[in-house]
């Protein structure tokens, strides 16, 4: 029986030898993610021990079994090489960390510049000057009126400051966003906000502020408000203009994707340069017939692509698509299939090597999860032959068309949408419907006639404003595309999810790319996987108590659905992190003025019913000392303790202690009170550089 069971693999195997190859990509960001997952350096150690010795065992040993030993050889090895690629470039990179919050005076040179009009903040990244105790690489965050003379500042610029520098912020509640481990590959030592009044102390020669800031501004001129901030974007990457709002009126309508310049903006560019490039040469006979004209638009495009990049920051997500972009255009010059799952897992190769810790992030995963979706949709014979163009009247096209948009959207929400839960907790359900119309709204008007607008004004040489038409054209597609966002968002139909464990991540993926990357029959074994993955999502288990890392801000579940938070003052990022991390999309309550629970200057006492039981949960508000007496009886009445303070040891719930010290140790909390569970923000065995930093004393 075992040898008949192999023998059909083997046939099934060499069925689908063409596809086999598609699988490398997976494998190596299956070693990424492991590194990323396991605390230790002894786990990651026995991983990649474990796939070397499983590699040896089957291509020096196990012979006879052929292409099946083959490709489990090759799998593991891939999965042993992407456990080293972000091990590898952590250690490489690393820098120093600052060890605690401090006030510091320093000089500093300027670095970077990234102008955030839309929160009225200058974000900086500076190098301190003569200061050993610091980091090398700084960023800090100076309000737009503190700015010395209103004169922007200026890469090259030195400062003379005050300000309070902090650590890089860990997750702040379980399965929250890590923003230390983001500045560690970054080479970011502290982050911090600026105190009034900065001198400069010397200003960079020249009196430009760059072409890409020269270019942002030119396109804020000619297109106001909103809609300017959204052409600023997609012609510079700089999204600092965009309100708050806007950007969560965006998220919630599932068009976020559009203000990362990415695929969509890239492949409308480098396609628009190919295309007029080719007809415009094609205009010659004596071209079209000596020139080999795909090459050299290719070329063309090729260059437009690499000056888009860099122009728009040259961002990950950017050099993402440019590179896939450029393969495409090689494909098109070598008279190759340009576009197909084998381009895609060239150039997902290319960037987990060169960007390991990318592959963890929303932004590869989704860019990646939805071109391999409509790629292994349209290599479906039925589907390729439902929605290939043919002889037929308009209208027909035209229906044709716009059911391949529906199927293609319908199909790229149902894979995204999994990944966009695990990492935003919700999603709008109306997505794809928005993305039908902003898309083709995007590349097909916004993009070429932007790109005209800029050249014909080039053509003016900013005497004659000639692309004033176009710039009308821009701000009306823009206003549509907003007015689009706003009314899906304002929509009721939003899924909210709670943190997602990340084994039914795992086999949500697992099942979903089984399903994409095989050919026969068997890719549907992936579905009941994807589905065992999914009811981890339906069944997730909704937080009673939310403690963040600090233990100063608390937010309580009531019976009737309510989250009810400590501190009512807390800011705009706390409180959304708190109702995205509950699944709540209400407005959030102030736990004082809720009626179970009893709040003085120090103290909030709350008792909660959960599944028939009552807990009583003790919350600290202020650092005042207490009467010993009192605090030692109140912890010993409640069920849940949470300060921000160090307690004494003679304070003891009758279950939980979360104070400075545990907090300190295990980081946030989310408490399930009807299962008793706990879930944290960090492992205390966990040894990844950003957590546990090399020593750096700090001043």
């Known amino acids: 029986m075992p040898g008949q069971m192999l023998a059909g693999v083997e046939r099934w195997l060499e069925v689908e030898r063409a596809q086999l190859p598609l699988w490398s990509p997976v494998a190596l960001g299956i070693g990424i993610f492991g590194w990323f997952a396991l605390p230790a350096r002894a786990d990651w150690m026995l991983f990649v021990c474990l796939c070397l010795a499983g590699a040896t065992l089957l291509l020096c040993f196990a012979q006879g079994i052929g292409r099946l030993a083959r490709t489990g050889g090759i799998g593991l090895l891939l999965m042993a090489a992407g456990c080293l690629l972000p091990w590898g470039k952590a250690v490489l990179i690393g820098g120093k960390v600052l060890a605690r919050p401090v006030m510091v005076r320093m000089d500093a040179a300027v670095t970077g510049v990234e102008v955030m009009s839309g929160r009225g903040t200058v974000r900086l990244l500076v190098r301190p000057i003569e200061r050993p105790d610091l980091p090398d690489k700084v960023r800090i965050n100076l309000a737009i009126a503190d700015l010395p003379g209103g004169q922007p500042m200026r890469v090259g610029d030195r400062l003379r400051l005050r300000v309070r520098l902090m650590p890089p912020a860990p997750p702040s509640l379980p399965g929250g966003y890590d923003y230390a481990r983001k500045a560690w590959f970054d080479g970011i030592g502290a982050t911090g906000r600026i105190f009034p009044p900065v001198l400069v102390t010397e200003r960079t020669s020249g009196t430009g502020t760059g072409f890409r800031t020269w270019l942002s501004d030119h396109v804020a001129a000619r297109v106001k408000g909103g809609p300017g901030a959204l052409a600023v974007t997609m012609a510079t990457g700089d999204r600092g203009r965009i309100s708050p709002q806007v950007e969560d009126e965006m998220r ?366 003790l919350m600290t508000r202020s650092r005042l000392s207490v009467p010993w007496a009192q605090l030692v009886r109140s912890c010993a009445a409640t069920d849940i303790i949470i300060a921000d303070r160090r307690l004494p040891d003679a304070c003891r719930s009758q279950w939980l202690k979360l104070d400075r010290r545990d907090l300190g140790r295990f980081g946030g909390a989310a408490i399930m009170l009807a299962s008793g569970t706990v879930r944290r923000s960090r492992n205390p065995r966990d040894e990844h550089p950003w957590v546990t930093p090399p020593p750096h004393r700090g001043p």
């Open 252 to 617: 919630q309508s599932g068009l976020t994707h559009l203000l990362s310049i990415s695929g969509v903006h890239v492949t409308a560019l480098i396609g628009g340069v190919v295309f007029l490039i080719y007809r415009l040469l094609a205009l010659s006979t004596r071209l079209a017939l000596r020139w080999p004209l795909m090459l050299v638009s290719a070329a063309a495009g090729a260059g437009a692509g690499i000056g888009y990049t860099l122009l728009t920051g040259a961002e990950v997500p950017t050099i993402r698509s440019c590179v896939t972009a450029l393969l495409v255009m090689a494909g098109l010059a070598l008279g190759r299939e340009a576009i197909s799952l084998r381009l895609l897992a060239c150039g997902a190769l290319l960037v987990m090597v060169i960007w390991p810790e990318a592959v963890i992030g929303p932004s590869f995963q989704l860019s990646f999860a939805a071109v391999a979706t409509i790629l292994a949709l349209y290599e479906h014979p039925r589907v390729r032959a439902a929605f290939e163009a043919r002889d037929e009247p308009g209208w027909a096209r035209l229906l044709r068309f716009l059911g391949g948009v529906f199927a293609t959207g319908v199909a790229v929400e149902a894979v995204l949408m999994p990944i966009v839960l695990y990492h935003f907790h919700k999603t709008g359900l109306l997505g794809s419907l928005a993305n039908m119309v902003a898309i083709p709204l995007t590349e097909f008007v916004v993009m070429p006639a932007e790109a005209a607008a800029l050249a014909l004004d080039a053509a003016g040489m900013g005497v004659v404003e000639l692309g004033a038409p176009a710039w009308w054209v821009v701000e009306q597609a823009l206003g549509l595309l907003l007015a689009l966002a706003r009314g899906v968002a304002a929509q009721t139909a939003m899924a909210l999810t709670p943190a997602i464990s990340p084994w039914a991540f795992a086999f949500t993926l697992a099942g979903l790319f089984w399903m994409m990357l095989w050919r026969t029959g068997w890719r549907w074994a992936g579905l009941p996987v994807a589905l065992i993955g999914l009811t981890g999502y339906v069944f997730a288990p909704l937080p009673d108590v939310l403690v963040s890392s600090d233990g100063r801000h608390v937010a309580l579940r009531t019976q009737t659905g309510a989250l009810l938070l400590l501190r009512d003052r807390a800011g705009d990022y706390m409180r959304y992190q708190m109702a995205e991390h509950a699944a709540f999309g209400g407005e959030l309550g102030a736990l004082a003025d809720w009626p179970g629970a009893r709040c003085s200057d120090d103290f909030c006492m709350a008792d909660i019913v959960v599944a028939g039981r009552p807990h009583r949960i």
